[in-house]
């Protein structure tokens, strides 16, 4: 175990995470509770401040605010939930401030949409006022990034200024151990002024190891009596496997942490998070783009989208209906197969924009000025509102809102054989707009090199997609439909 200070993680608590039986610090807990207590707090009391403001404003009178209380006290919980969630799932993101606030803006978004359409379906909408829902909803918005923001770092400052006050640590390495230099400038940064450092010889033969384990166990012990409680670091140096098993099993004796600093290579490895499998442990290597929480929280999404975008449309749904009957003779629906999650045929629906209903082993792609095409047809395929049946797709739970957009049978079976990894695409459901169609790869695809490039796209949201990345795609697509040429 050759330890090199330039080869050490900058951060301490990445190093103390490598421990045999701790997997992190303990401040790195109390402060994410501390904070998420903090953001509860905030998100009822802007609950009861805005539902009181909105009733002396608009109604002159006052609110009860027990019920704003347990109002907020629900909208905290939920909120609360998925920001643990999606820290969780990207802890980078959760130690930046843009990435908090993000976090924090998606989640709040979320949680309004599922508690409006909760709301509606039990029919308790009527109960409160949609100006005082909007007003809680823009100064709860505006209080849980700000939050989320400040609060975090703020207790970080605080919790590693005094984490180790009154303490004294103990470090044992090896003789001139350029990674106990690291460990202790790390320990010194994060606010431990008593550092006491205990060397031995790991160079010694397995004969002359049992003498220098017997000395070194001594003076750690004699160290500790004599020192404030405090942790103790390890590190291994040269030893084998078997020689550090040996001074970990007799430091477990002593009533302190203890934490094992490993070399490079194992500290790469274990970076990973752990997951115990009964007696045996396992790295996770590669997170799942979603668990099973956010595919629920997806689905939940995608049922009440699409149902309300259903209800709320349908009086222009209603009116293409009879524009595409005066317009051609035909149905007003268009259906065909398509492959979607794990490759499971369905039947999509469009509103027919040609005058032909092709489903077969040879589908030509739509073109500029095809003229198979109505003149309905050439504007609803322009602005995209033929793909508005497909909401139905997505509450029969055949489609999502948000995914790789699926393809006529014919197509996938043609470019499964042209483009290698094609069919990874189909491990997410497929959806109504995607990460590609926000990127401009809209419409036909004439070449083998726009498809692979729209594909390539498919690919990358397939293994990462995450609620976040929803919220984006969701926000651009409106953009994207409204400035693009290549739909027809």
């Known amino acids: 175990m050759n330890v090199q200070a330039a080869n050490f993680p900058r951060r301490l608590d990445r190093v103390a995470a490598l421990a045999s039986w701790r997997a992190d610090i303990p401040h790195q807990h109390a402060a994410s509770a501390l904070a998420l207590c903090i953001d509860a707090v905030v998100v009822v009391a802007i609950s009861m401040g805005s539902g009181l403001a909105f009733q002396e404003v608009a109604h002159n009178h006052g609110a009860d605010l027990a019920e704003l209380a347990g109002i907020g006290a629900i909208v905290a919980a939920f909120f609360c939930g998925l920001v643990q969630l999606q820290s969780s799932r990207d802890p980078r993101a959760s130690v930046t401030r ?13 949680t309004f949409l599922f508690l409006i359409v909760l709301a ?20 709860g918005l505006a209080g849980a990034v ?34 106990a230099e690291a460990v202790a400038g790390e320990l010194g940064a994060q606010g431990c002024k008593a550092i006491r450092r205990l060397a031995f010889d790991d160079r010694c033969g397995p004969v002359a190891w049992i003498q220098e384990r017997k000395h070194l166990l001594q003076r750690v012990f004699d160290a500790a009596r004599s020192a404030a409680p405090g942790e103790i670091y390890v590190l291994g140096g040269g030893l084998s496997f078997e020689a550090i098993s040996g001074l970990m099993s007799g430091l477990r004796v002593l009533p302190r942490a203890i934490y094992l600093v490993p070399d490079e290579q194992v500290s790469t490895l274990l970076q990973h998070s752990v997951r115990g499998l009964g ?65 499971r045929p369905f039947q999509i629906v469009k509103f027919r924009t040609m005058t032909v209903m092709e489903d077969g082993a040879e589908i030509p792609q739509a073109q500029r000025n095809d003229q198979r095409m109505t003149p309905v047809g050439r504007w609803l395929r322009r602005s995209s509102l033929d793909e508005l049946p497909q909401l139905w797709n997505v509450l029969r739970g055949e489609m999502s809102i948000v995914g790789p957009r699926p393809h006529a049978a014919a197509h996938d ?38 498809m692979y490039r729209r594909i390539e796209m498919d690919i990358w949201y397939a293994c990462n997609c995450s609620l976040e990345l929803d919220a984006q795609v969701l926000f651009k697509t409106v953009g994207a439909v409204l400035g693009q040429e290549n739909a027809f």
Not at 416 to 443: C, D, F, M, S
């Open 146 to 179: 700000a939050s989320r923001t400040v609060v975090p770092r703020l207790l970080a400052r605080w919790l590693q200024n005094n984490t180790y006050r009154g303490l004294e640590v103990l470090i044992v390495a090896p003789r001139d151990c350029a990674g």
């Open 98 to 110: 843009l990435g908090r606030a993000r976090i924090a803006a998606v989640s709040w978004i979320v």
């Open 120 to 139: 509606f379906t039990i029919k308790i909408s009527a109960h409160f006022s949609r100006g005082g829902i909007f007003l809680f909803f823009v100064t």
């Open 279 to 343: 007696g045996v442990l396992a790295l996770e290597m590669q997170k799942s783009p979603l668990t099973g929480t956010e595919r629920a929280v997806k689905r939940a999404t995608d049922i009440a989208i699409a149902a309300m975008a259903l209800a709320f449309l349908a009086p222009l749904l209603l009116a293409i209906g009879i524009a595409i009957a005066v317009d051609s003779r035909g149905p007003l629906l268009f259906r065909q197969q398509r492959l979607g999650y794990r490759g």
């Open 413 to 450: 079976a043609l470019y499964a054989r042209l483009i290698e990894n094609y069919e990874v695409r189909q491990h997410v459901k497929p959806g109504i707009t995607g990460w590609a169609q926000v990127h401009g790869l809209r419409g036909a695809t004439p070449n083998i090199d726009l």
